[in-house]
């Protein structure tokens, strides 16, 4: 059973548009972060988020962290090219504890 | 962002031969780091958490005399691929959790390919 539920697994849109990226679970995470990974490239850290109900902000993206600290969404807005990658959500259910990754999100802008 | 660098960046070789893979955190210190190993279009899957002064533990399915690691500084970790075959080939990716904020940073990865 996979701990962190990532979805969509691929998403493919129009650069200008928006879409939004889901990390479901069933377990409380002490914290959890947002990754973005390019091909034959380490991941590259987004965000992390702690509070429950939290939301940040970077630029076009949007991350929200679930009342209940047990899901998390990420939010592109008019996205673009350059936006494209995987995205990876990770949790961790104590504090420096190992985190649990999703499966990614597959993300593809086209111009 | 802190900073995890990683050597070497691709690496051939033949069967049955070794490769170590170094693992270093270049400002802060990391008392745990981690190894991952990804196939293509999929996410990371965890191998092994590497503690400094420790022994590593081994993720489930993940033979620990095959893949030894060691972690002798706060700031190196390096995994050795013993013996390797074909079937280790991948992408093997570490990162360095940062105490201060919790986080890990993850290294560029290093591509293995076994002939």
């Known amino acids: 059973t996979q701990l962190l539920e990532q979805s969509p697994q691929f998403l493919s849109i129009q650069e200008g548009e928006n879409l939004t990226v889901y990390c479901n679970s069933s377990s409380v995470f002490s914290s959890l972060q947002w990754y973005r990974q390019e091909p034959g490239e380490g991941p590259v850290l987004l965000v992390t988020v702690v509070t429950g109900g939290e939301v940040k902000k970077l630029k076009r993206l949007t991350f929200q962290f679930g009342d209940a600290r047990k899901d998390s969404s990420l939010h592109i807005t008019a996205a673009q090219p350059g936006d494209t990658g995987l995205y990876l959500c990770a949790g961790a259910r104590t504090n420096a504890g190992k985190s649990t990754f999703g499966d990614g999100t597959t993300l593809t802008v086209k111009p | 962002g802190a900073v995890v660098s990683q050597h070497p960046s691709w690496v051939i070789c033949k069967s049955g031969t070794s490769v170590k893979i170094e693992c270093r955190s270049l400002d802060f210190q990391a008392t745990t780091m981690f190894w991952y190993r990804q196939f293509p279009k999929q996410s990371l899957m965890l191998m092994a958490t590497?503690?400094?002064?420790?022994?590593?533990?081994?993720e489930q399915g993940v033979e620990k005399d095959k893949f030894l690691i060691n972690h002798a500084s706060l700031t190196l970790s390096t995994l050795t691929v013993t013996s390797a075959h074909p079937e280790d080939s991948s992408f093997y990716i570490c990162?360095?959790?940062?105490?201060?904020?919790?986080?890990?940073?993850f290294g560029p990865g290093t591509r293995l390919t076994v002939l």
């Open positions: 990162s360095a959790r940062d105490p201060p904020v919790d986080t890990q940073y």
């Open positions: 590497s503690n400094e002064g420790s022994k590593a533990t081994y």
